[in-house]
């Protein structure tokens, strides 16, 4: 049997697998899944500085940095054994990098 949202493979008693479980859970119990917003605050610095590696920066650029960047990081987790390998985790922090170059491309236009 398969989860109904990431597609792994679970036993025939459960219809979402362990993780997934967790983030339904605290959603359904009012709870905020703060891991979720966490890592989306840990690339935020990341989008803010990567405009002073390089003058013009495309958000093309900035999402593939965002990316490989997180892609790294998930897979040293899987294989040192120190947290999980998440796809949503790659997403997250794709998208707080993406925040924090909007956040300097905002402040520059204000000058």
Do not use: A, W
């Amino acid at each position: 049997m398969k989860c109904k949202f990431c597609g792994h493979d679970i036993s025939d008693t459960d219809t979402l697998c362990p993780g997934c479980d967790k983030d339904v859970k605290e959603l359904k119990n009012g709870e905020f899944p703060y891991e979720t917003l966490l890592n989306v605050l840990l690339c935020i610095p990341l989008g803010l500085t990567l405009p002073l590696t390089k003058k013009e920066i495309s958000y093309k650029h900035v999402i593939l940095v965002g990316l490989i960047v997180s892609l790294t990081t998930e897979t040293l987790q899987l294989f040192t054994h120190r947290g999980d390998f998440e796809t949503k985790d790659i997403i997250m922090n794709t998208l707080g990098t993406v925040i924090g170059y909007t956040i300097y491309r905002k402040i520059l236009e204000k000058r």
